[in-house]
């Protein structure tokens, strides 16, 4: 094989492998969508109102956090409920209720995951996730 086939095969292979993670991200957002099609759009302080208000969550954290678990899952924050599981937004048959980017949004505040919250692989719902997120910022902030 000389020089410019290699190139070639290389350059085929990256945009392959690229397309491949593309079409894939698109299936699984797709999924998801298709997931909570049909239900209620509510605000964030609809959600806060109905699944926060009277907790120890502060209503700044808890937008912050909704919002960054809205922008990852790649859906509607008025979609998504607190009480969704992961496993009905996980990503397809072949996977784990935590992959890919939620799965590193995760990854990411365990470095400040407070000793008494919960072990990532003990995430079972949303306010699981939440929770996570508002105790994990709370500690890096201090």
Sequence with gaps: MDFN???LFWIVLIVSVV??????KWVVRSRRRAYLRGREIL??????DRFYNGSNVPQDAF????????????????????DDKMINLKTGADSAPLESDL??????SI???PKHA????????LNDVVRLLVLSKAKANK
């Design 5 to 7: 086939s290699k190139l």
């Design 19 to 24: 397309a491949f993670i593309n079409i894939r």
């Design 43 to 48: 605000s964030t302080s609809e959600i806060y």
């Design 63 to 82: 937008y912050a956090a909704w919002n960054e678990i809205a922008k990852v899952l790649g859906v509607n924050a008025g979609q998504i409920r607190p």
């Design 103 to 108: 799965e590193w949004l995760i990854i990411d």
């Design 111 to 113: 470095r400040w995951r």
């Design 118 to 125: 919960p072990e990532p692989n003990k995430l079972l719902t």
